[in-house]
């Protein structure tokens, strides 16, 4: 494992101890880093030679023409970087000039790119409406109706109207590589991840409580409150789980292809249901459910990492690369093949932003030493 690995798997205690300017030995109190590692990391924290060092060579680099793509890749920049991970990116870029000389700066062959068609993903939807009809939405499109309206990036439902007696119902399909903002006609909020389909009533009825169904994917929903809609309650639906709103804010995430439904708890209090048990949350709380053993488990959890992706970015933490490419392949609308099998294992905790370009990552995940090489393949993506 190399030494921008290991750093990038520094605890956020470790990052932020750097924020707080603390003494550099106490960033080194972990196992991750050999005696020669903790060594090394020091010298070029503290020595005033390594600080020269490094300051001679950026220079000297800087002739020659790959300098620039190593830069970017070490210390790219990331808009609305979690601020343990950027203390841990900035203890990269200090490190990167001077471990490139350790390493004699040894160039990574350029990988093997056949035919790039992954593109990033964008606002995109499929609307169906009551009739069956559907409507194509997204960048470039507008859509008007007797109840919604559409700029191709949201789209917003009118206020109920109090003498409605029947529910109709819409249905917004997200495909791979898209992603969609909706305001339902109380004035509930919900943002919508790649490759999901929520149902939901066109309007509700006054004094009702308030049913949408995430029948597959990823959804963030900031909820109307009660005492705007007549004391009516909001539930959520998704298999057989249920989930009553006490609060506001949450994230669901429930994916055909996986196994586990998440409810992560932002803010206020969220009651979660699966047949005859049930669970009040707490703002950082998620409640994981096993579709397989049927298992029901809450957990403390760092609730950035699990609703970045509504503010365009990736932030990953204890997650392995086969579930990170998993979270990329339907941002990119692409396919992964691990050709190193060995490889799936391997954590890597960093932030990535959403409007990078796919090889972009894969250049900076190489770069780490998390991968040797790679091939891109039409919109098939070969790790190796």
Same mark, same amino acid.
């Given at each position: 494992?190399? &030494?921008?690995?290991?750093?990038? +798997? @520094?605890?956020?205690? #470790?990052? $932020?101890?750097?924020?707080?300017?603390?003494?550099?030995? $106490?960033?080194?109190?972990?196992?991750?880093?050999?005696?020669?590692?903790?060594?090394?990391?020091?010298?070029?924290?503290?020595?005033?030679?390594?600080?020269?060092?490094?300051?001679?060579?950026?220079? *000297?680099?800087?002739?020659?023409?790959?300098?620039?793509?190593?830069?970017?890749?070490? /210390?790219?920049?990331?808009?609305?970087?979690?601020?343990?991970? !950027?203390?841990?990116?900035?203890?990269? !870029?200090?490190?990167?000039?001077?471990?490139?000389?350790?390493?004699?700066?040894?160039?990574?062959?350029?990988?093997?790119?056949?035919?790039?068609?992954?593109?990033?993903?964008?606002?995109?939807?499929?609307? #169906?409406?009551?009739?069956?009809?559907?409507?194509?939405?997204?960048?470039?499109?507008?859509?008007?109706?007797?109840?919604?309206?559409?700029?191709?990036?949201?789209?917003?439902?009118?206020?109920?109207?109090?003498?409605?007696?029947?529910?109709?119902?819409?249905? @917004?399909?997200?495909?791979?590589?898209?992603?969609?903002?909706?305001?339902?006609?109380?004035? /509930? *909020?919900?943002? @919508?991840?790649?490759?999901?389909? @929520?149902?939901?009533?066109?309007?509700?009825? %006054?004094?009702?409580?308030?049913?949408?169904? =995430?029948?597959?994917?990823?959804?963030?929903?900031?909820?109307?409150?009660? /005492?705007?809609?007549?004391?009516?309650?909001?539930?959520?639906?998704?298999?057989?789980?249920? &989930?009553?709103?006490?609060? #506001?804010?949450?994230?669901?995430?429930?994916?055909? %292809?996986?196994?586990?439904?998440?409810?992560?708890?932002?803010?206020?209090?969220?009651?979660?249901?699966?047949?005859?048990? $049930?669970?009040? =949350?707490?703002?950082?709380?998620?409640?994981?459910?096993?579709?397989?053993?049927?298992?029901?488990?809450?957990?403390?959890?760092?609730?950035?990492?699990?609703?970045?992706?509504?503010?365009?970015?990736?932030?990953?933490?204890?997650?392995?690369?086969?579930?990170?490419?998993?979270?990329?392949?339907?941002?990119?609308? #692409?396919?992964?093949?691990?050709?190193?099998?060995?490889?799936?294992?391997?954590?890597?905790?960093?932030?990535?932003?959403?409007?990078?370009?796919?090889?972009?990552?894969? $250049? /900076?995940?190489?770069?780490?030493?998390?991968?040797?090489?790679?091939?891109?393949?039409? +919109?098939?993506?070969?790790?190796?």
């Amino acid at each position: 494992m190399s &030494i921008f690995n290991k750093i990038f +798997k @520094l605890s956020k205690k #470790t990052a $932020k101890s750097l924020l707080n300017n603390k003494p550099p030995k $106490k960033l080194l109190k972990t196992e991750l880093f050999s005696e020669e590692d903790k060594a090394y990391i020091l010298n070029e924290l503290t020595n005033k030679e390594a600080i020269e060092r490094r300051e001679s060579l950026a220079k *000297k680099i800087n002739t020659e023409a790959d300098w620039q793509l190593v830069k970017n890749e070490i /210390t790219r920049p990331v808009i609305k970087l979690n601020r343990y991970y !950027a203390a841990a990116a900035v203890l990269v !870029a200090c490190l990167a000039v001077g471990y490139l000389i350790k390493q004699n700066y040894t160039a990574v062959d350029a990988p093997q790119i056949i035919v790039n068609n992954i593109e990033v993903g964008s606002d995109k939807a499929t609307l #169906t409406l009551e009739d069956g009809s559907q409507v194509e939405l997204g960048e470039g499109t507008s859509f008007e109706s007797e109840n919604a309206n559409s700029d191709g990036e949201n789209l917003i439902y009118k206020k109920p109207n109090p003498q409605n007696s029947q529910i109709a119902y819409n249905y @917004l399909t997200i495909p791979r590589g898209g992603q969609f903002y909706v305001e339902l006609s109380d004035g /509930t *909020k919900v943002w @919508l991840n790649s490759e999901s389909q @929520l149902k939901y009533p066109v309007s509700f009825i %006054e004094g009702d409580t308030r049913k949408v169904e =995430l029948i597959y994917g990823e959804a963030y929903f900031d909820v109307s409150p009660s /005492t705007e809609n007549k004391g009516s309650k909001f539930k959520v639906y998704n298999n057989d789980q249920e &989930i009553k709103v006490l609060g #506001t804010e949450f994230n669901v995430k429930a994916y055909k %292809e996986e196994f586990n439904i998440y409810t992560t708890l932002v803010e206020g209090k969220v009651e979660v249901s699966i047949n005859d048990k $049930k669970e009040v =949350l707490k703002p950082s709380q998620q409640a994981n459910l096993d579709l397989q053993t049927n298992m029901f488990k809450v957990y403390e959890i760092d609730v950035y990492n699990e609703i970045s992706w509504r503010e365009g970015i990736f932030s990953f933490e204890n997650k392995n690369l086969k579930e990170i490419m998993t979270v990329l392949s339907r941002w990119y609308d #692409t396919d992964v093949i691990f050709e190193n099998k060995s490889i799936e294992k391997e954590e890597f905790i960093g932030v990535l932003g959403k409007d990078q370009d796919i090889v972009e990552i894969l $250049k /900076t995940i190489q770069n780490f030493g998390i991968i040797s090489d790679y091939q891109i393949n039409d +919109k098939t993506i070969i790790l190796k």
